[in-house]
């Protein structure tokens, strides 16, 4: 990983750079909470902050889209960069304040565009380390940065708790250190000044009202889908991963109600328990974006993704039927792993795949999709676990994950067979 480091300068600084924003908004999504529960009426606001939270990832198509348009991509990083300083030191001065509603409607819309701003420069960023990257190193780097990222998300809740003691839950500090943070990743960033050079731009016609690029948005969209759909090297992986991302999204509810019930699973208590759990696959997720053992990481796709599959089974077994913690750490460490190493191999394919000048849109597309299967399973799950049991709801997680290893066992055995045939024909 050092002589990565030591060969790519742009891709290390570009990711210096976005580490002290996913560390800035890592401490203000934590302290945004806790400063939410200071306001009159607590439970509402902590309520309404849990929400708000979530709301960037849902129009992460549009961010994705806006991203494609956008020429010059290192100076448009540049200037967001510099919007998020400004708006967490007005998130300072407004702290300064007496609280109530307006205050905290202030506060709610800086933090959705500062998140909004935050996806839209992870799509600028995915552009600009594909040119600054050779092919071959792209799915590599990509674990890298999500490793990094990963980590920073872990330590950036611990600091945060920290940083706020420390300053005695002083607001206003704490908004000019998180805008120092942004500061800091401006800085780095403006270092690469030489490595992406200012071009100079095609001036676009202004006289296209909103209705038309509305409509115009809408049809690119749609053809976008379209295009994942159809490019079928990507199709059968993007499939694949969606219903892996419901299994997964379903299993934790699942797993948190089947926790309650039954005090065989628990490691002390609940809250421990489930703590345990996440930091194993959390933990193992950042050491398989690191660290990927090479023999692995060189092996195609489909096998990374039947290997994750068998774990799931595991997984499920050893929660639903077996009521057996061991193994269902052990394959939670597995499982995170496996998912450190091929989660940058589809996002490496999907860029090297499609258009280069829809690139983010697409991806932006199958990011949302995979968001938008956690509530989706979440309900479903939930819904009928209440009316059915944990049995028949552990059994359809099952079901799905079999006819995924069904699909996927038989694709790889036509090929095999198909390759056989070209050799036997030579």
Not at 31 to 57: D, M, R
Request: charged share 10%; hydrophobic share 50%.
């Amino acid at each position: 990983m050092i002589k990565f480091f030591v060969k790519n300068p742009t891709f290390r600084q570009l990711l210096l750079s976005n580490s002290f924003s996913v560390l800035g908004k890592t401490l203000f999504d934590l302290v945004f909470i806790i400063y939410a529960a200071t306001f009159p009426n607590p439970e509402l606001a902590v309520g309404i902050a849990s929400i708000v939270a979530s709301l960037p990832y849902v129009f992460s198509f549009i961010v994705g889209y806006l991203s494609d348009k956008t020429d010059n991509k290192y100076r448009y990083l540049l200037r967001t960069k510099l919007c998020q300083v400004l708006l967490y030191l007005i998130f300072a001065v407004l702290t300064l304040f007496d609280k109530n509603m307006v205050l905290f409607t202030l506060i709610i819309i800086i933090n959705i565009i500062s998140d909004i701003i935050s996806t839209y420069n992870g799509y600028l960023t995915l552009s600009l380390n594909q040119k600054a990257i050779k092919a071959d190193d792209l799915s590599y780097a990509l674990g890298i940065q999500n490793g990094f990222y990963d980590s920073l998300s872990l330590a950036g809740r611990a600091l945060g708790t920290l940083l706020l003691s420390l300053l005695a839950y002083n607001y206003f500090q704490f908004g000019l250190a998180n805008a120092a943070f942004f500061a800091l990743s401006f800085v780095f960033a403006l270092s690469l000044r030489s490595s992406f050079p200012y071009k100079e731009s095609k001036m676009k016609s202004a006289g296209a009202n909103v209705q038309a690029q509305i409509t115009q948005f809408f049809k690119d969209t749609i053809h976008n889908l379209k295009s994942l759909v159809n490019i079928k090297a990507i199709f059968k992986f993007v499939s694949l991963f969606l219903a892996m991302n419901f299994v997964s999204s379903g299993l934790y509810s699942l797993m948190t109600m089947t926790l309650v019930g039954n005090s065989s699973l628990l490691i002390g208590n609940l809250a421990l328990t489930l703590t345990i759990i996440e930091v194993v696959e959390v933990s193992s997720s950042i050491i398989g974006s690191l660290f990927p053992l090479k023999w692995y990481r060189d092996l195609k796709l489909e096998y990374n993704i039947l290997a994750e599959l068998l774990f799931t089974v595991l997984l499920i077994v050893s929660l639903g039927y077996l009521s057996n913690i061991g193994l269902v750490l052990l394959s939670s460490l597995f499982i995170g792993y496996l998912g450190g190493v091929s989660n940058p191999k589809i996002t490496s394919l999907i860029l090297q795949t499609v258009p280069e000048e829809r690139q983010n849109s697409i991806f932006s597309i199958y990011s949302t999709l995979i968001t938008l299967t956690v509530p989706m399973a979440a309900s479903l799950i939930v819904a009928i676990n209440s009316v059915f049991g944990s049995t028949i709801a552990f059994f359809l997680l099952l079901l799905i994950v079999l006819i995924c290893l069904v699909y996927l066992v038989n694709r790889l055995l036509k090929e095999v067979l198909t390759n056989n045939k070209r050799a036997n024909g030579r």
